[in-house]
């Protein structure tokens, strides 16, 4: 009687020449043909990938100084808008402009710390995307290396090139 796991591992083996052979035929014998456009495609998306990442990065690292900056900035003008109104009301023009910069101080800290996390959720997806494309680009390094192997090991041996 025969091994069952014998039997899945030899189905296994079988399917799995099937799929060379197809992919042999898919690229004339050439493995470096094989998913050659993907290969390409991929090198220039991770290659852009990183650019980008690069970039992004270095705007998150501004963009995390600016806000620094901003809040200091902030509180520095509500210090003195504070201090403009518990002086006395002589003062009142002076703490409505202060009020008024302590504001617009605020709206530019909020419009750059939302620039900052949508710039850190591109990173996110653009490193997503840079490990989808180096793992696409592993996949058909590998295969490329198993059509290499079964063109040298069964197409040539066999005697079917």
């Known amino acids: 009687m025969a091994d069952p796991h014998n039997e ?11 799929h ?11 493995p470096a043909l094989h998913r050659q456009q993907e290969h390409a ?12 990442i ?26 003195a808008w504070k201090l403009a109104l518990e002086e006395n009301n002589s003062y ?22 939302e620039l900052l996390i949508i710039n850190k959720g591109l990173i996110s997806r653009l490193n997503k995307q840079l490990a989808s494309d180096e793992m696409v680009l592993k996949e058909i ?7 290499e192997w079964f063109g040298k090991t ?4 066999k005697g079917f090139a």
């Open 154 to 157: 069964i197409i040539q041996c």
């Open 54 to 79: 690069s970039f992004l990065e270095h705007k998150v690292e501004e963009g995390m100084r600016e806000c620094a900056d901003l809040l200091v900035k902030r509180s520095d003008t509500e210090a």
């Open 8 to 18: 899945v591992s030899l189905q296994h083996c079988v399917i799995r020449t099937e």
């Open 20 to 30: 060379l052979f197809a992919w042999w035929q898919r690229c004339n014998g050439n």
């Open 92 to 113: 009142m023009i002076q703490s409505v402009a202060l009020g008024q910069k302590m504001q617009a101080a605020f709206g530019k800290y909020q419009h750059e710390y």
């Open 41 to 52: 495609s991929s090198n220039i998306i991770i290659n852009l990938c990183k650019i980008d």
């Open 141 to 147: 390094e590998e295969e490329t290396k198993q059509l």
